[in-house]
Every structure is written in C-alpha cells, then in structure tokens.
C-alpha cells in the first residue's frame, strides 16, 4: 500500500524556517517523481515544488523559488522540503504527493501537515 | 492555466445525478496525445483522492458511478446516483502544462 507521511509542520514567526519532510512506503521511492502542494481556504490547491526521481533537478512555483528548497534521500525514502524566509501567505497545509509516470499527475497525497506563519 | 469550475456549490439529492464542469485556459493535449485532467474528491479532514485520470480513466476501487468526459479544453464529472459518501469537495487538475493547476473546486451537499 503506497503511504506518503509528512512531518514537520509548525507555527514559526515570519522570516524563519521549518524543514518539511514526507517519509514514503509501499513502493519504490527513488523511482518517482514527487511533488509539494499546498492548500488554503483563500487559495485552494496550489502546486509549490517538483523534484525528478533522482533528485537532480527541481522546479518552483514562483512565489516560493529562492526561498524554498526542494530534496531527497532515495536511501531513506523520505523528501524534504527546506522552507526559508517564511511569510505569512506561506501559511497553509502542506502534502506531499506522488508523480505516477513523470507526466505531472498526482495519484497518491500524504495527510498533510500545517505551517502556520505568524508573530 | 487556469482552471475553472462550475458550479461551486451543488447541492444534490441522494440517488440523483450530479454533474461538474471544468474549463481550461488552454487546450490539454499534450504533445504525446493525451490529455492530462484528473479529478479529485476530498472529504473534511482528509487529503484529496484521485477517482478520474487522462479525462476519464477511473482508479482502481472507484466506483463505476462515477465517469469523466471531455475533450480540449472543457471537461465534465458525472456522480450517475449521488450516494452520502460522496459529499465533499471536487476538484479538476491538469498537469499538461507546467505549473500543474487546480480548479477551486465544487462543494458537493446533500440537500
């Protein structure tokens, strides 16, 4: 069964940083592509991140490129997600989501976990 | 790409059809010929979970009352008979063109 477990979520004031990360199961990590998506009331589903099965490129939504750094460790089967010089638009509901065939779908989600960016 | 649904909220009876549309900003066909639309039902607390993909290929254990259509750049969800587990939010999503975008997604309530 494909299991995709985020962790890592916070409240943190705006400027700092929290470091993300989804710990996968149940199929073979270091062959897929993976996203990040977010989630607001205001906003709806919004795509952040992607990172190719190898973990030599990735791709940022605009809002979060510079600021955002996207990672993974195949022998861990786990993603990161390095979020730097937060604000407060930043606050939403993080998952983390599984690329079926590098053709940017989504099948799998995580749970979710929330960052709340706030003084 | 912008996507956009209708309506936003559906209030249905259970037992009757229930229908979604999603428009998109451009057309998604993508160069291989396929068209990358899916659609996704999330209940309250939950994360959302595929039942449609490629316009209206079903995932495993999605029931048959559920069904896709489209084409180019309209695309439509059908529920034939809505059951209470249904309830929820619908969202459309293409991945054809990057970003990857969502619709807003369309509430749908037992009335």
């Known amino acids: 069964e494909v299991q995709l477990v985020e962790s890592g979520g916070a409240s943190v004031q705006p400027g700092g940083s929290l470091r993300l990360s989804c710990a996968a199961s149940g199929f073979t990590f270091s062959s897929y592509w993976m996203f990040w998506v977010r989630q607001t009331p205001e906003r709806g589903l919004v795509w952040v991140s992607r990172i190719n099965n190898d973990g030599s490129s990735a791709w940022y939504e605009d809002s979060v490129r510079g600021r955002f750094t996207l990672s993974r460790d195949n022998a861990k089967n786990t993603l990161y997600l390095q979020m730097n010089s937060l604000r407060a638009e930043d606050t939403a509901v993080y998952y983390c989501?599984?690329?079926?065939?590098?053709?940017?779908?989504?099948?799998?989600w995580g749970q979710g976990t929330l960052v709340t960016v706030s003084s | 790409v912008v996507m956009t649904q209708s309506p936003l909220s559906a209030p249905v009876i259970l037992g009757q059809p229930a229908s979604i549309s999603c428009t998109s900003s451009l057309s998604l066909v993508y160069s291989n010929g396929k068209t990358h639309l899916s659609w996704f039902h999330q209940r309250p607390g939950q994360s959302p979970r595929r039942l449609i993909y490629e316009v209206s290929k079903r995932d495993s254990g999605v029931p048959d009352r559920f069904s896709g259509s489209g084409s180019g750049t309209y695309f439509t969800l059908k529920i034939s008979r809505v059951e209470a587990e249904d309830v929820g939010v619908y969202y459309c999503m293409q991945g054809t063109h990057l970003p990857i975008s969502f619709g807003q997604g369309t509430r749908l309530e037992i009335k």
């Open positions: 989501a599984r690329d079926p065939d590098t053709s940017n779908k989504i099948d799998y």
